[in-house]
């Protein structure tokens, strides 16, 4: 144990950049898990210590996928405010820390797709559908350079959700 997050949070998403790691939305653990979340808590690389909240998401959102640019933290999917399912994409500027803003959407509304990304992308696939039942095995691409242009580029293998996030290397 290094620090601890200032909220008790699951089913958040995590970006990174070059010295810092995020922690994005989540929903209540232990508590009343109908709380969701906005907040986006950072903590440092470099040094032992507690996160600290540093921004927030465009809206109260668990259950997403989390990628990272070199300059922006991305999440996409999850649940919305009263678990509505969502296929949004936020993009948090890590030099300011400015509250994230939506970019665009996804090919489908779903919930815990697998984020991961290249050096210009970032990529979230598989997850569950809004039936709740069915998942989608489709792979979806997003530019971290244009905002807005998603792309769906294939199939995995095995429908999935719940997968963990992946983030470049510095």
């Known amino acids: 144990d290094v620090g601890d997050l200032t909220l008790a949070v699951s089913n958040a998403s995590g970006t990174s950049s070059s010295t810092h790691g995020y922690s994005a939305g989540g929903y209540d653990y232990g508590g009343d898990w109908n709380s969701q979340f ?81 050096t210009t992308d970032g990529y979230a696939a598989g997850g569950r559908l809004s039936d709740n039942t069915t998942g989608t095995p489709s792979i979806e691409k997003y530019s971290h350079t244009s905002d807005g242009t998603v792309n769906i580029i294939g199939d995995i293998t095995l429908t999935r959700s719940g997968g963990t996030t992946g983030n470049i290397q510095f």
């Open 38 to 118: 906005s907040d986006i808590e950072k903590f440092s690389f470099a040094s032992e210590g507690a996160g600290v909240n540093c921004s927030n998401l465009s809206a109260e959102t668990s259950y997403t996928a989390g990628s990272s640019s070199t300059t922006h933290g991305y999440t996409s999917g999850g649940f919305s405010t009263n678990w509505l399912f969502t296929s949004k994409i936020d993009k948090m500027s890590f030099a300011t820390e400015a509250t994230a803003s939506s970019i665009g959407n996804l090919s489908v509304a779903k919930r815990s797709p697998v984020g991961s990304a290249s």
